[in-house]
């Protein structure tokens, strides 16, 4: 029984801003917190009965005021709050809605609540109605995909939260202005895990534990109310609320007010790890000096100014900013980038990171758990690195395969790339490190970077890149945001008040800081006054260090008003405080090298995309017996991008491939020592594996003609600073696939490229792998996909266009190193506007070599049953997925809509689920919509609407293959 035993009192009703609320006195406990001292306070009970209200409320809170002592009209201690409710009925949520507001509890928290597989979740749609954050944490689902789980909604922000790992899942940073409290939700699934995490993710904060057995945590304790443990708090009390549900009746609604541990006043308070970043952020302000503040608001290059020493204090690496030891604020040491913790030129003699698979690669896997787990994995390394900034998170769309630095994102889709993007960002800063999510924005070319201007239209660029970063910054709040080099539509991006001050702070109410790319910072007041918070590595990379002298002169001039430069020093100290980087400062250690590698491998396989495999040609039979692999160094090593995110040391050593030109910036061109013919021998060693490296295509066809199986390596190197002159593969790789091909009808592709390259051949190769850049253990995954080991799961997050002549843009002048003609300081994005990628080819009606989405198998997978469910801007479809043959497999659902003739973008992805099978195996599935995805962008209201009308879902294998359609009428809606 849920209250057995447990004494309650009343709520007590206090007139607050004209509105009749209900408020917990923790001055009152009626039960003491079994870890703290007793109070001389006196307690109050109230009778039994009173849990059983059935009055509407007004009523029941007359007769809790009669009850109530005169003395709780004064203001309540500061408490959080839980109201604990039980599993309800989808008319009883309803009858909430308008209970719910008077209530004003932090957490409502419904444990044991079921969800069908098909359906809206209406706790959704009244956190919805609230403006309340929502979570669901799944504790088990059965086989048809009804899950259990734990229901929360929040008034509060939500500052972090663990990402979709089970042993990171449900758990919650909240914080009101003052204090910050942890939230450990679901704890039945992770039980094994939940202490470890708690001792990771509380950083010294009161924490909430809920649905956990009393006590498993060390450090918390039972509060009396069933299944909710804390720690930390000085206070626990518990009500009952006279809240009744859709027939009247009265819900067991219970209210505990868990009370604050006052701060005492402390010699230095902003340590103080009870209170919320925001407020120690503001006490520790109040002590700093002028010259203190200006100190934060520069970094230094953290390898030094031409070559020379690095600055006092600095690890080594991109940026550097001093602490304050008398303040005991830490430096700001940040490392790139996104594939991995970079040791530029051995900067760090001893240090080694792993190199992760690319940002495509990583996109290609569908699964935001891999995303997650890559970025845990970089932000683990970072921190054992002695790094607490980790500049990776890069989410700048793909709209041109030719932009030299699509290695470093994920792909062409808003929704695709921002949760990916935002997993990742999210397992970086779990590890207590800031992730900075760049370019912000529109810097989708890299010729001419730092100068060139994009056109595009405000609606287009919020339906396309900015989404993106939207999307990027709710799953993962980044701690910081980098603004990038080029103009937009005229501006500078790091002196860009639209972008900066009114899209990302005002609109977003992003709290963290923006930092500029190095060498992006053209003024000081008027980056400062458009939202730059600080200036890296001016010293090195601007033509003045705008954020020194020229900044102190226009704040002492009042041109930079004094609250400014104080917001930009809050904003910096804030994330510092909300990520640890002062109670959990870096330590350096040996990292892990094979939990790196698991990890990395584990991408690569999910992540490769088998685009073609004629015949069944892959996985190699076992009566393959002789193979010759040809080119492409694959005896060595596989091809990394070059640039600030090349992570050239591992634990396997440096370059595999010394010497490729160009072997200075934005070089080396960086081959990791991971062999795919070595790996391919481990995997068969019953056959025979020869290697031709192809550099004489007739000798390299001479050998494949006598082999069962030829296996061409390409590859295609890329880097940042310069984009690609075309989607040719380089040198004589074409003519070498051909000419292997021609000699032996069972020639295989593997490429390992920037992005889609033109194909030639492809008619005369049955089977074609895209590894991307596959990183330290490309070689392990790749001869694992093609010996069968692994089987394929990845699908593509680009449109693999034919030719050059099917981009918005065929011929850009000026690409390339040493390009033929002048480069161009203008790249017009309103060609294709928001329809980038498989936008563009279904608006124009091309038709691309592979779609958007598609990617291969050894499994086969049939669809049946698509129903969809609407409520205002909640759209969840659910299927039944059945794996038809004798493997175990992976298949992505895609959930595409289709708009109404008319509409300017044609067909959008909405959702998708990635799902593991057994063969045989069938399963329904649940997709929910991105409510975004599904409206445009009213540049006027500032607001996302669905436009009503008729539309088609689409449940595809690609956005070119649907495989099962539902026609749905979407109403008129705001999207919140
Ligand atoms: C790149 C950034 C990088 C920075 C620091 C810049 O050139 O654009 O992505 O983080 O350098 O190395």
Redesign the pocket.
Known sequence: MADEGVRTHAATPVLRGGTLVLTHDSRCPLRRHPFQEPTAQASVETHPSMKTFTKPLVLSVAIVMALARPAFSAEPAPAFTVLGLPPLATADVQALAAQLPAVEADLVSVAGVTRAVGDVDPLQTLADQLGYAYRFVTVSEDSQGTATGHALLTRLPVQAEGGPATEDAGYLRLADDRYVVAVYAGGEAAASALPARAEASRLGAPAVLLGGSPSAVPGFAATGMEGIDSAGFATADEAVLPLHDATGQTLQARLLSLGYVSSGAQEKPWMDTTLAADERARLLLGQMTQDEKFQMLRSYFGLGKDGGPLPEGAVGS?GFVPGVPRLHIPSQQSA??GVGVTNPGGIRPGDHATAMPSGPATASTWNPMIAWQGGATMGREAWQQRFNIL?GGSVNLQRDPRNGRNFEYAGEDPLLAGIIVGESIRGIQSQHVISTM??YALNDMETRRNFHDVRIGEQAMHESDLLAFEIAIERGRPGSTMCAYNRINGIYACEHPYLMNQVLKQEWEFPGFVMS??GGVHSGSKAALAGLDQQSAGEVFDATTFFDVPLRMAVGAGVVPQARLDDMVSRILRTMFLHGNFDRPPQHQAIDDQAGFASAQRTVEEGSVLLRNEGGLLPLADSVKRIVVVGGHADKGVIGGGG?SMVGITARGGNAVPGVQPTTWPGPVMFHPSSPLEALRRERPDADIQYVDGRDAKAAARAAASADVAIVFATQWSA?SVDLPDMQLPGNQDALIAAVAGANPKTVVVLQTNGPVRTPWLRQVPALLEAWYPGIRGGEGIAALLAGTANPSGRLPVTWVADESQLPRPHVPGLGFQPKQPAVDEFDFDVEGANVGYKWMAAKGLVPTFAFGHGLSYSRFAYENLRVSVAGQRLVASVDIRNTSDRAGADVAQLYLKLPAGSTTPIRLVGFNKVMLEPGEQRRIRIEAEPKTLASFDTTARQWKIVPGHYQLQLGRSASEPLQTVDVQLAETVVR
């Open positions: 991109a790139d980038a500049l760049k370019h790319d190095w600030s940042e």
